[in-house]
Structures are given as structure tokens and as C-alpha cells.
T-cell receptor
Framework: AQSVTQLGSHVSVSEGALVLLRCNYS??????LFWYVQYPNQGLQLLLK??????LVKGINGFEAEFKKSETSFHLTKPSAHMSDAAEYFC????????????FGAGTRLFVKA | EPEVTQTPSHQVTQMGQEVILRCVPI?????FYWYRQILGQKVEFLVS????????KSEIFDDQFSVERPDGSNFTLKIRSTKLEDSAMYFC????????????FGEGSRLTVL
């Protein structure tokens, strides 16, 4: 069965600093991986997705993530944090064995300090 | 851009009452899902639905829950007798038959059980 582990339930960075949110996955077959962002009292917005093409995936709002099979990781990065990036971020995995049911990690709340 | 729509956005109900949450998936999508997010917690899979039947359900999806596609456009989640612990945000999602596995989520329906 698929699973996702997000390291750090809270991450705090200064505005302009590097953002790094960690995600490790478990899947018995090649996975599809996703990062979603959720702003307070809102729905889930897809930031980016890995679907077995390029291992470095670029998403919206300047975010990117790199799929590393050897490390079973899909960490999310952004070179320079902006105040508007403060939100909850969810890493998620799916694969065909689960009928493409998407399994979410516990989430990481990103705080951005001025 | 096509989107998944959910109604109501917020519903308040008394414990023991029946609740129906409604979703209109993207029109050419064939796979439908419900997820639940208790306040401050992770997004949890409830059920997947394809070809007018449940494909998979989680242990959360007990006999109090049911899903239905009553016509060609709506996909509903019914909770027969609500409990306090059913208070959560409920997300509907859909996907097409393509191979990326990406789910498209609605904005959610917040259920408050008093």
C-alpha cells in the first residue's frame, strides 16, 4: 500500500529565505506524486505533480520538487519565500494498484516571518 | 476551466440527523472520490466510485455512509445519522481515465454537527 511521510509538521522561514518541505513516499510500483497547498478555510490547490516524466518538476508560484527514486523522496522547494506562501502543504501519492486513490501526508504548515 | 463544484459550502446539523453533501464532478470524468479532513488534521480517503459502484472504501466509511450517482451529473455523500465526530470538511474529487492519476478537488463542504 502507498504511504507518505512529511517530516516536520511546522516549518518557519524568513521572507526571502529558501523553503524546503520534506516528503518521503512508499509505493510498490512507480508512483505518481503531488504537492497540494491549502490556505486557511479553503480547498486543495495542486502545486505540482510528478507523473514519470522529468524528475525535476516545476509548479505554480515558483515552487519545484525533485523526484529521487533512490531516496524515495519528493521534497518541495522554493528559492525565496514570500509572505503569501504561508499555508498548509500536503504531499500525496497515488498509483494504479490503488486505483489511483490519492493518499495524503499529514501536512506541513509553513510560516513566513517578515 | 472545468471544475468540481460542491454544495452546500457549510452545513450545520443536529446530532442524529441525516445529511447529504452534493458534488458535480467535471463532466467527462469517470472516477469519483470523497475525502474528509477533520479540522487541523490530514486529508483522509473515504471512498472511490466508478461505473456506478464503490471501487474501494476506507474503514472510516462505515454503514452510516453511502454514496450515489443519482443522475448523470451529481455525486452525493449521505451520512445517515450524524455524530459529533463527523464534523469535518468533506472534499469531492474526480478524475478522467487518463494515466496521470491527478484528482481534481472541489472547494469542500464544511459539516458542523452539534
Amino acid at each position: 500500500a502507498q504511504s507518505v511521510t512529511q517530516l516536520g509538521s511546522h516549518v518557519s522561514v524568513s521572507e526571502g529565505a529558501l523553503v524546503l518541505l520534506r516528503c518521503n513516499y512508499s509505493s510498490s510500483v512507480p508512483p505518481y506524486l503531488f504537492w497540494y497547498v491549502q490556505y486557511p478555510n479553503q480547498g486543495l490547490q495542486l502545486l505540482l505533480k510528478y507523473t514519470s516524466a522529468a524528475t525535476l518538476v516545476k509548479g505554480i508560484n515558483g515552487f519545484e520538487a525533485e523526484f529521487k527514486k533512490s531516496e524515495t523522496s519528493f521534497h518541495l522547494t522554493k528559492p525565496s519565500a514570500h509572505m503569501s506562501d504561508a499555508a498548509e502543504y500536503f504531499c500525496a501519492v497515488s498509483d494504479y494498484t490503488g486505483g489511483f486513490k490519492t493518499i495524503f501526508g499529514a501536512g506541513t504548515r509553513l510560516f513566513v516571518k517578515a | 476551466e472545468p471544475e468540481v463544484t460542491q454544495t452546500p459550502s457549510h452545513q450545520v446539523t443536529q446530532m442524529g440527523q441525516e445529511v447529504i453533501l452534493r458534488c458535480v464532478p467535471i463532466s467527462n470524468h469517470l472516477y469519483f472520490y470523497w475525502y474528509r479532513q477533520i479540522l487541523g488534521q490530514k486529508v483522509e480517503f473515504l471512498v472511490s466510485f466508478y461505473n456506478n459502484e464503490i471501487s474501494e472504501k476506507s474503514e472510516i466509511f462505515d454503514d452510516q455512509f453511502s454514496v450515489e450517482r443519482p443522475d448523470g451529473s451529481n455525486f452525493t455523500l449521505k451520512i445517515r445519522s450524524t455524530k459529533l465526530e463527523d464534523s469535518a470538511m468533506y472534499f469531492c474529487a474526480s478524475r478522467d481515465s487518463g494515466g496521470t492519476g491527478e484528482l481534481f478537488f472541489g472547494e469542500g463542504s464544511r459539516l458542523t454537527v452539534l
